[in-house]
């Protein structure tokens, strides 16, 4: 590809509204455009570079026997509602209606979706194992969209989901996908950990979340500095639950607060009480707290969402936030709890239409995280537990060594699922002995464009981005330092059509422009390699090559150029 042919319009300043340095790189580099909150366009070089992620995944599934189909973006509520989720996933979920007043959502994920297809497919235990997958766009109306492809609306997802007999075939597809991911990463030339996402506290492992770590990363990760014990320190939510389940002896009962006590709180508050979303938080740090907020007011909705999501960005509602919506008082401790205690708080059914229940706290930073009524905990059987997060303070569940706090970035996560969904939809093939049964699943994502964002937010210094080589969008870019000297111009395409000849993905920068411009302009879009074609070295016949990683500068004589390159 010619410079002067490629669309990579650079910008010298820093656009206004990025918050992270992967947005602000990106915009600048002339990679990518917001179209509207959280909804983005690609320009060329954002989209050769998620080409070449999206390649080595599709390598990496192969690699693994996954097969790529792809399912509809739109989905039928009715899925949704046979699963239940179509209410617990609340406003995160894009809904819209066709013209005769169906119900539909654009695909969040999909597992409703490949189970109703599995189930119409796949009958038998002959045709199992089997894994599908997909690349495609997916839709979550975020609290609060941000950071530029790390957290849209619209967002590239892999997503591939496994089916098999039983859990010890589960458990061969799910490390099968783990190591997979593993490998993805490590060629995308990322510094990641996989760490333990869920039922940490019980020592299963049905759940890994593939961290980038980062300054800038969301998630909060804990790691050992002896061994390879890594877990997200929300880690084991759910987990916590059970075995505070098994462990409670005697529990307390906490009745729900009633219609009554939600009524006369809303009254207090001043909330019209039809609008009203009641949430009954169940705290971590020894408060049972009562939310309600009102579901048409901005911030309100936002300390809602604080409450029933908080799970997806605890810092979501600041204290000021709530303060200025009036909301400190919108949480109410109706029973003071001691943090040494565990209680029982019966919901049933009915409640759980009305209400939200989630795992949450009065407290910032003090939640249950990810956790999923129905998913996570029979509704009428919830365990209010004293938790306690891992802390950098204790040892090593592992080796008992010392531990790290780092900042994570979510690529990828991978999950087992088992038969909830095949359960909950109906979907079961026949068994050896002729019985139908419910297929064991798992699922797992990669976030592409956030994959994208991650390396970025890794790589880079104060004049750009420093491309991981596999991911670069040109891996090398040939600059005449005068591209109107036909002798330099002639060396540079020939060292171009060189790189070009043993698959190099090469750019020649043929631009008219100042030699600072187009340096600046590769440091920049972050080009790993640099090949510099001035007189100075053509007169010991070569050229400069230098790494954008550490600066490094070396000659190379022109006819070793493929073979330093390669
Ligand atoms: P998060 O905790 O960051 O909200 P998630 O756990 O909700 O992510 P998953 O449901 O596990 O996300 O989806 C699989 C992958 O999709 C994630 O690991 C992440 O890389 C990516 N992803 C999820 N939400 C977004 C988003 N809003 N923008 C970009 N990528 C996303
Ligand atoms: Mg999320
Ligand atoms: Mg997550
Ligand atoms: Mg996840």
Sequence with gaps: ????????????????????ISQQYMLRAGMIRKMAGGIYSYLPLAWKSIRKIEQIVHEEMGSIDAQEIMMP??????????????????????????????????????????TTLVKGEVNSYRQLPVTFYQIQNKYRDERRPRYGLMRSREFIMKDAYSFDIDEEGLDVSYWNMYHAYERVFSRCGLYFKPVEADSGAIGGSNSHEFMALAESGEADVIHCNSCDYAANIEIGKPGIIKAVEEEASELQEVPTPDAKTIEAVAEQLHLPLAKTIKAVVLSTDGVVVLAIVRGDHEVNEIAVQHAVDSTIEPEMATEEELQNAGLTAGFISPVGLKQTETFKIVVDESVMETYNVCGGANKK???????????????????????????????????????????????????????????????????????????????????VSRTLAAAIEQFHDENGIIWPRAIAPFEVVVVPINAKDEALMDVSTRV???????????????????????FKDADLIGYPLRITVSKNTLESGAVEMKIRKNGEAIEVPIDEVTTVVA
């Design 73 to 114: 973006i739109i989905q039928p509520a009715e899925i949704w509602q046979e699963s239940g989720r179509w209410k617990v996933y609340g406003a995160e979920m894009i809904r819209l209606k066709d013209r005769h007043e169906r119900e539909y959502c654009l695909g969040p994920t999909h597992e409703e979706m490949i």
């Design 496 to 518: 171009y059509e060189a790189l070009k000849a043993i698959g190099v993905d090469a750019l020649l920068d043929d631009r008219k422009e100042r030699a600072g411009v187009k």
């Design 1 to 20: 590809m010619l410079a002067s042919k490629l669309y990579a319009p650079t910008l010298r300043e820093t656009p206004a509204d990025a918050d992270v």
């Design 365 to 447: 930073d003090a939640h249950y995280i990810n956790i999923n009524p129905k998913r996570d905990f029979n509704v009428d059987d919830i365990i209010v537990a004293p938790i306690r997060l891992i802390t950098a303070d204790d040892a090593c569940p592992n080796c008992g060594g010392q531990l790290s706090i780092a900042k994570g970035i979510e690529v990828g996560q991978v999950f087992k699922l088992g038969t909830k969904y095949s359960e909950s939809l109906n979907a079961t093939f026949l068994n050896q002995g002729g019985r139908p049964n419910p297929f064991v699943m798992g699922c797992y994502g990669i976030g």
